[in-house]
Nanobody, 115 residues
Framework: QVQLVESGGGLVQAGGSLRLSCAASGSIFSIKAMGWYRQAPGKQRELVADITSDMRTRYADSVKDRFTISRDNAKNTMYLQMNSLKPEDTAVYYC?????????WGQGTQVTVSS
């Protein structure tokens, strides 16, 4: 059974940093582009950043120059390094990817940035 498990969320003061991880496990023969999304209370889920299997990246304008997405294909793991965090970055962060041609979402990890 394939699973996506996020970790690394928490409470941090404005200006601080956090690193999120998303690990895929199970019987995996194909992983396509991977992405981080977030959803704040009362708002729609939005794309934060994504990365293709050949390491091409794109970012939401709101996180450019502060967040860095990366992946380790050998470990089937994706990361999100978040620096200079702002209160408006507070949200539940989800990872998403297509594994073996099926779409999967992680369970989400809470990131809270205090002012």
């Amino acid at each position: 059974q394939v699973q996506l498990v996020e970790s690394g969320g928490g409470l941090v003061q404005a200006g601080g940093s956090l690193r999120l991880s998303c690990a895929a496990s199970g019987s995996i023969f194909s992983i396509k582009a991977m992405g981080w999304y977030r959803q704040a209370p009362g708002k729609q889920r939005e794309l934060v950043a994504d990365i293709t299997s050949d390491m091409r990246t794109r970012y939401a304008d709101s996180v450019k120059d502060r967040f860095t997405i990366s992946r380790d294909n050998a470990k089937n793991t994706m990361y999100l390094q978040m620096n200079s965090l702002k209160p408006e970055d507070t949200a539940v962060y989800y990872c998403n990817t297509a594994i073996n041609y099926h779409d999967y979402w992680g369970q989400g990890t809470q990131v809270t940035v205090s002012s």
